[in-house]
Protein backbone atom coordinates (compact mmCIF):
# COMPACT_ATOMS: atom_id res chain seq x y z
CA UNK A 1 0.00 0.00 0.00
CA UNK A 2 1.24 3.56 -0.72
CA UNK A 3 2.39 5.69 2.00
CA UNK A 4 1.75 9.17 1.25
CA UNK A 5 3.77 10.63 5.19
CA UNK A 6 7.07 7.96 3.86
CA UNK A 7 6.80 9.34 0.58
CA UNK A 8 6.69 13.35 2.33
CA UNK A 9 9.72 12.38 4.67
CA UNK A 10 12.51 11.57 1.89
CA UNK A 11 14.49 14.51 1.72
CA UNK A 12 16.23 16.33 -1.46
CA UNK A 13 19.14 14.38 -2.03
CA UNK A 14 17.45 10.97 -1.64
CA UNK A 15 15.04 12.70 -4.77
CA UNK A 16 17.67 13.47 -6.74
CA UNK A 17 19.53 10.37 -6.41
CA UNK A 18 16.45 8.78 -7.79
CA UNK A 19 15.86 10.60 -10.20
CA UNK A 20 19.06 10.27 -11.68
CA UNK A 21 18.13 6.34 -11.35
CA UNK A 22 14.91 6.92 -13.06
CA UNK A 23 16.50 8.30 -15.65
CA UNK A 24 18.57 5.65 -16.57
CA UNK A 25 15.92 2.79 -16.07
CA UNK A 26 13.09 4.93 -18.28
CA UNK A 27 15.94 5.23 -20.92
CA UNK A 28 16.35 1.51 -20.79
CA UNK A 29 12.46 0.48 -20.49
CA UNK A 30 11.21 2.49 -23.01
CA UNK A 31 13.88 1.10 -25.91
CA UNK A 32 12.14 -1.51 -27.79
CA UNK A 33 14.52 -5.31 -27.24
CA UNK A 34 16.33 -4.45 -30.45
CA UNK A 35 17.16 -1.37 -30.42
CA UNK A 36 18.76 0.80 -27.75
CA UNK A 37 18.87 4.50 -28.26
CA UNK A 38 22.39 5.50 -28.70
CA UNK A 39 21.88 9.00 -28.43
CA UNK A 40 20.75 9.10 -25.40
CA UNK A 41 23.44 6.88 -23.53
CA UNK A 42 25.90 9.13 -25.65
CA UNK A 43 24.08 12.36 -23.98
CA UNK A 44 24.59 10.71 -20.91
CA UNK A 45 28.94 9.96 -21.54
CA UNK A 46 29.16 13.18 -22.74
CA UNK A 47 27.86 14.69 -19.40
CA UNK A 48 29.89 12.17 -17.36
CA UNK A 49 33.06 13.11 -19.57
CA UNK A 50 32.70 16.57 -18.17
CA UNK A 51 32.03 15.73 -14.34
CA UNK A 52 34.59 13.10 -14.76
CA UNK A 53 37.50 15.93 -16.00
CA UNK A 54 36.25 18.19 -13.16
CA UNK A 55 36.97 15.47 -10.44
CA UNK A 56 40.40 15.22 -11.82
CA UNK A 57 41.41 18.54 -11.37
CA UNK A 58 39.48 18.61 -7.63
CA UNK A 59 41.48 15.08 -7.05
CA UNK A 60 45.15 16.62 -8.18
CA UNK A 61 44.55 19.89 -6.00
CA UNK A 62 43.91 17.98 -3.08
CA UNK A 63 47.30 16.89 -2.72
CA UNK A 64 48.68 20.01 -2.52
CA UNK A 65 47.54 21.19 0.78
CA UNK A 66 49.10 18.19 2.41
CA UNK A 67 52.47 19.30 0.32
CA UNK A 68 52.27 23.21 1.89
CA UNK A 69 51.75 22.03 5.18
CA UNK A 70 54.22 19.07 5.32
CA UNK A 71 57.07 22.06 4.04
CA UNK A 72 56.06 24.79 5.90
CA UNK A 73 56.55 22.87 9.06
CA UNK A 74 58.87 19.81 8.79
CA UNK A 75 61.54 21.40 10.34
CA UNK A 76 58.74 21.69 13.57
CA UNK A 77 58.22 17.94 13.12
CA UNK A 78 59.02 15.18 15.22
CA UNK A 79 60.83 12.34 13.86
CA UNK A 80 57.48 10.21 14.43
CA UNK A 81 54.72 13.13 12.80
CA UNK A 82 57.36 13.52 10.06
CA UNK A 83 57.06 9.82 9.34
CA UNK A 84 53.53 9.81 10.17
CA UNK A 85 53.51 12.54 7.43
CA UNK A 86 55.38 10.91 4.99
CA UNK A 87 53.22 8.14 5.22
CA UNK A 88 50.07 9.06 4.66
CA UNK A 89 51.71 10.80 1.58
CA UNK A 90 53.34 8.11 0.49
CA UNK A 91 50.05 6.05 0.02
CA UNK A 92 47.67 8.82 -0.76
CA UNK A 93 50.03 9.58 -4.06
CA UNK A 94 49.70 6.21 -5.31
CA UNK A 95 45.61 5.82 -4.52
CA UNK A 96 45.23 9.58 -6.47
CA UNK A 97 47.25 8.29 -9.45
CA UNK A 98 44.98 4.90 -9.43
CA UNK A 99 41.80 7.44 -9.04
CA UNK A 100 42.90 9.70 -12.23
CA UNK A 101 43.16 6.12 -13.85
CA UNK A 102 40.05 4.54 -13.35
CA UNK A 103 37.91 8.49 -14.42
CA UNK A 104 39.84 8.10 -17.42
CA UNK A 105 37.39 6.03 -19.30
CA UNK A 106 34.98 8.70 -19.40
CA UNK A 107 37.18 11.94 -19.18
CA UNK A 108 39.37 11.11 -22.21
CA UNK A 109 36.51 9.37 -24.24
CA UNK A 110 36.09 10.65 -27.82
CA UNK A 111 33.24 10.01 -30.22
CA UNK A 112 35.76 9.22 -33.14
CA UNK A 113 37.62 6.45 -30.83
CA UNK A 114 34.67 3.98 -30.64
CA UNK A 115 30.90 3.71 -31.41
CA UNK A 116 30.08 1.58 -28.61
CA UNK A 117 28.93 4.45 -25.98
CA UNK A 118 27.01 2.00 -23.83
CA UNK A 119 30.10 -0.02 -23.37
CA UNK A 120 32.09 3.17 -22.38
CA UNK A 121 29.29 4.46 -20.07
CA UNK A 122 29.33 1.10 -18.01
CA UNK A 123 33.11 0.90 -18.12
CA UNK A 124 32.81 4.41 -16.25
CA UNK A 125 29.83 3.74 -14.15
CA UNK A 126 31.75 0.55 -13.30
CA UNK A 127 34.90 2.46 -12.05
CA UNK A 128 32.74 5.40 -10.45
CA UNK A 129 31.56 1.97 -8.05
CA UNK A 130 35.37 1.63 -7.30
CA UNK A 131 35.91 5.54 -6.67
CA UNK A 132 32.81 5.93 -3.72
CA UNK A 133 34.23 2.94 -2.03
CA UNK A 134 37.44 4.34 -1.64
CA UNK A 135 36.49 7.43 -0.72
CA UNK A 136 34.11 6.07 1.52
CA UNK A 137 36.83 4.01 3.53
CA UNK A 138 39.21 7.11 3.24
CA UNK A 139 37.06 8.82 5.46
CA UNK A 140 37.79 6.82 8.91
CA UNK A 141 41.51 6.64 8.10
CA UNK A 142 41.91 10.44 8.16
CA UNK A 143 39.94 10.69 11.56
CA UNK A 144 42.78 7.14 12.28
CA UNK A 145 45.75 9.50 11.14
CA UNK A 146 43.79 13.08 13.50
CA UNK A 147 43.55 11.21 16.46
CA UNK A 148 47.15 9.79 15.94
CA UNK A 149 49.09 13.15 15.40
CA UNK A 150 47.18 14.14 18.72
CA UNK A 151 48.71 11.25 21.01
CA UNK A 152 52.11 11.57 19.17
CA UNK A 153 52.49 15.20 20.25
CA UNK A 154 50.46 14.55 23.95
CA UNK A 155 53.17 11.82 24.73
CA UNK A 156 55.93 13.87 23.49
CA UNK A 157 55.38 16.78 25.09
CA UNK A 158 54.74 19.56 22.92
CA UNK A 159 51.69 20.85 23.53
CA UNK A 160 50.50 22.01 26.71
CA UNK A 161 46.78 20.32 27.66
CA UNK A 162 44.81 23.57 27.11
CA UNK A 163 46.19 22.79 23.65
CA UNK A 164 45.46 19.27 23.49
CA UNK A 165 41.85 19.92 24.57
CA UNK A 166 41.87 22.68 21.62
CA UNK A 167 43.00 19.91 19.03
CA UNK A 168 40.62 17.47 20.26
CA UNK A 169 37.68 19.76 19.45
CA UNK A 170 38.76 20.24 15.89
CA UNK A 171 39.56 16.86 15.14
CA UNK A 172 36.25 15.72 16.84
CA UNK A 173 34.87 18.24 14.41
CA UNK A 174 36.25 16.76 11.69
CA UNK A 175 35.42 13.52 12.79
CA UNK A 176 32.17 14.51 12.20
CA UNK A 177 32.58 16.25 8.94
CA UNK A 178 34.40 12.56 7.99
CA UNK A 179 31.06 10.86 9.21
CA UNK A 180 28.89 12.79 6.63
CA UNK A 181 31.25 12.65 4.28
CA UNK A 182 30.91 8.33 4.63
CA UNK A 183 27.47 8.39 4.45
CA UNK A 184 27.49 10.73 1.24
CA UNK A 185 30.71 8.00 -0.40
CA UNK A 186 28.03 5.13 0.67
CA UNK A 187 24.76 6.16 -0.87
CA UNK A 188 26.54 7.55 -3.84
CA UNK A 189 28.10 4.03 -4.13
CA UNK A 190 24.87 2.40 -3.74
CA UNK A 191 23.47 4.50 -6.78
CA UNK A 192 26.42 3.43 -8.83
CA UNK A 193 25.72 0.08 -8.39
CA UNK A 194 21.85 0.34 -9.38
CA UNK A 195 22.94 2.33 -12.00
CA UNK A 196 25.73 -0.50 -13.43
CA UNK A 197 22.76 -3.05 -13.13
CA UNK A 198 20.68 -0.89 -15.12
CA UNK A 199 23.35 -0.36 -17.72
CA UNK A 200 24.18 -4.44 -18.23
CA UNK A 201 20.71 -5.01 -18.45
CA UNK A 202 20.55 -2.37 -21.10
CA UNK A 203 23.43 -4.05 -22.71
CA UNK A 204 21.97 -7.62 -22.93
CA UNK A 205 18.93 -5.94 -24.45
CA UNK A 206 21.39 -4.29 -27.08
Not at 73 to 93: I, P, R
Not at 94 to 110: C, E, T
Not at 149 to 170: N, S, T
Amino acid sequence: MHNPDKENQKTPSDRTDEKQDDSLSALWQAQPVTAINLEKVKANLSSERKKQRCYMVMDSLMVFPAIYILAKYWGNMSLVAQLMFVFMLATSLPLLVYQLWLRRVAAFYKDSQTADHLMQLTKQVKNNVKIAFMTKHSTWVAVVFGFAFILERYFLGDLAPEKVIKLIIVISSMSIGMLIWYVWAHKRQKRFERQLKTLEAMAQQH
